[in-house]
């Protein structure tokens, strides 16, 4: 038999006593434990953000504050599953719940069973709509990292095709196809940009094959010469690694990412490291270390997810961009079958990591 916590926590929100003892009464033969009664809808919003109960029952006509106005502040503070309750089927209200983020409907005194469907619904709608706003954060993402990472290539692609266009006569058959080379490799880099969003969007599960992380690292700093010269950085890259698996342009974008936010917050000039460590578990773990200013605990937590601007310790100003690099990335690795992790303090640089499975 499951246990009350098991079932879930329901707060009741019910400004008629003998309703409320009613209903705590029928969700506690049903298995449920009700964490507490609000009879206003001010003290329900109070005690939801002290208690998060898994499921509100929440009345409709309720003083200081009605069901929908908690409903919808709810839904704002600390979004959760909602049941709406009325004596009457008013219908131009029950949409207006509805609207505020409701998820079930109710008709007082309830039937047990109609009780525990209407939570149950709710849960389940409410579910489904975590799951929609996660999909839509995530696509929101994309979009921006489109339109974030393809500046990179462009950047470079429209002066030199400009450049060709309009001095072509003039150019030595050296400087003819140096800037050709730099247009074709730009557009690559820009194609592998977009099939790895592509990719990581996908439902389908991806291909992997064994890695040769040495190409991959040099890729990357190749893609970030220009980069790396202006900083006046050193970027010390090991001989070999560990054989992994895992999909060549994806985790090209993992080594892209790391190394331009080392370069752009690292030290001056920045001074980074690559390196793997074989882990026991059976993954291998690649990393990049730099000289910066470091991250406090709290900027930490906040790395790897979407459109969060972080602040660095000492006198930099706070990093430039939304996050969405990163987040990106940890999308990347943990379809993978990998993990992303930072090391960091305040004076001591920091170590950006991911794992992938060994070969």
Not at 61 to 66: H, L, S
Not at 78 to 94: D, G, I, N, Q, Y
Not at 130 to 152: C, F, P, Q, T, W
Not at 231 to 256: K, M, N
Request: glycine share 8%; aromatic share 6%; proline share 6%.
């Amino acid at each position: 038999m499951e246990s009350l916590v098991e079932r879930g926590r329901v707060l009741v929100a019910e400004d008629q006593v003998m309703v409320a003892e009613l209903l705590q009464f029928q969700l506690e033969e049903l298995g449920y434990c009700v964490v507490g009664r609000a009879n206003n809808g001010a003290k329900a919003v109070e005690m939801v953000q002290a208690l998060h109960p898994d499921v509100i029952l929440m009345d409709l006509d309720m003083p200081e504050m009605d069901g929908i106005e908690a409903a919808h502040t709810i839904q704002t503070l600390c979004p959760m599953p909602v049941v709406v309750m009325t004596a009457f089927s008013e219908l131009e209200k029950v949409k207006a719940a509805s609207l505020a983020g409701v998820g079930a409907y109710l008709l007082k005194p309830p039937e047990p069973g109609n009780l525990e469907r209407a939570i149950t619904i709710a849960r389940a709608r409410f579910a489904d709509l975590m799951e929609l706003r996660g999909m839509a954060a995530d696509l929101s993402a994309y979009d921006y990292s489109v339109s974030h990472d393809l500046k990179g290539p462009l950047n470079l692609i429209l002066p030199y095709a400009e450049l060709l266009n309009q001095e072509c006569s003039t150019l030595s058959p050296q400087e003819m196809q140096t800037y050709t080379a730099i247009i074709m490799s730009q557009t690559r880099r820009a194609r592998d940009i977009i099939e790895s969003l592509l990719l990581i969007a996908s439902p389908e599960a991806i291909h992997v094959e064994l890695l040769d992380m040495s190409v991959l690292v040099k890729t990357a700093c190749t893609n970030l010469a220009t980069f790396i010269e202006q900083h006046h950085a050193e970027v010390a890259i090991p001989s070999t690694f560990p054989p992994v698996l895992g999909h060549p342009v994806l985790v090209e974008r993992v080594w892209d990412n790391y190394l331009s936010n080392a370069l752009k917050y690292g030290g001056r000039p920045p001074v980074l490291e690559i390196g793997s460590t074989q882990q026991a578990d059976g993954m291998v773990r690649f990393w990049v270390r730099d000289n910066g200013p470091g991250l406090s605990e709290e900027a930490q937590k906040q790395l790897f997810t979407p459109f969060t601007r972080i602040s660095r310790a000492g006198s930099q100003p706070p990093a430039q961009g939304h996050g969405v690099g990163l987040s990106i990335v940890r999308r990347i690795v943990e379809r993978l079958g990998g993990e992303v992790n930072v090391e960091s303090a305040p004076g001591c640089g920091s170590t950006f990591s991911f794992t992938l499975p060994g070969a």
